[in-house]
């Protein structure tokens, strides 16, 4: 080839790599230019205020029977030495609430029963395998109390020599359940209008309007559910047996690091109106539905720390950076626990449903009139 002909293949490629350079800068200033209209804006709000604001009126009115509730339970649990103190954690405490559907409210209150009275006596055996899970034994040369002795295990070695005292989970739900169980049947206000059901770990207390001796439970529907849960605190952490959602179970002694807590305190402001809008596109796209309400919650973390503008005039802005950042976490197949990054929080997702959400994701945040569509319906 002649030098004028590569010159001129050259010239015809730099202009094919600047016209393709252009279109994609084009592309992206269109973008960002519809991404930040005033036309989304304004319908994100009304988005918002019709269908993800939370429903603070039946939240109140079932918050009155469930504090009552709780507080005789509180005081049952505590004056036995069972457990010391109640966390309360989950969507109706943190805010982010929304309804199922225009009718169903679907209540659910999360309850953690923290038991510190051992937090000297136990330590927790971390697992390197399963990052921020851990079972909890006996501090060697510690002699358990009667209330903790009959919730352990033997660690056995060649399943002969004891070589430590772990807890276990189900023996742990089981009192639980038991003392929980005994106190609705002679309880004046549960008697009759609270009906226990142990799901592994955890108890669901489902709370009935009227009492079955008058209505039975069948021909009623419950005004709420508790989602109670026994907690270790050891140190400065909880443990819980209870899995992330999306996670399978574990065996019987092994516990999960909870940092219900600190997500609580974490969740602020306009974050928690960019979680609920989030929470309702996903209840409404049923090719999102693998994403579970912590997948959401851990991308709009890391959004909180790298924007701080969550004023109302961009948190339009602030839901789709945190769509910005499914995509990437569905393309790569990693979303790190906010706060153990070594747990992979898509680790068990397939790729199939990685690839689809991906795609959907990337069409709601780039494709002008998608989310549009979405927020006038």
Known sequence: MSSSALETVVRIGASVVTGLFLAHEIHKASIEEWQKSDELHQAFEKFHDKHAREPKEEISKAMKIHD???????????????????????????????????????????????????????????????????????????????????????KKLFGIFTVDHIVNSEKTANVFFGELQKLVNSSATMNGRVKLVKHGPAVQMDVYQTAYQKIPWRYQSRSFSVDIVPAYEIGTHMYVAKPIKGEEAKDTTTWRLSYSVQEKEKLTGGAKNVLRVLKVIRNREPGLAPLTSYHLKTALFYEMDAEFDWS???????????????????????????????????????SWSRSNMHDRIRRLRTKNGVLLKIFNS
């Open 312 to 350: 109302s005039r961009s948190l339009v802005l602030r839901l789709l950076g945190v769509l910005g950042r499914l995509e990437m976490g569905l393309s790569s197949g990693v979303l790190p626990h906010y706060f153990i990054k070594d747990v992979n929080l898509l680790s068990s997702m397939s």
């Open 68 to 154: 009552e509730f709780m507080t005789e339970i509180r005081n049952h649990f505590q004056g036995r030495g069972i457990c010391q103190k109640l966390e309360y954690t989950g969507s109706s405490y943190e805010g982010v609430k929304v309804k199922k559907n225009f009718e169903d409210c679907d209540l659910e209150f999360d309850v953690m029963m923290i038991i510190a009275k051992h937090k000297y006596k136990l330590e927790p055996d971390c697992d390197i395998r399963q990052p921020g899970y851990a079972q909890l034994k006996l501090i060697e040369n510690q002699k358990p109390e009667p209330g903790l002795s009959s919730v352990l295990d033997d």
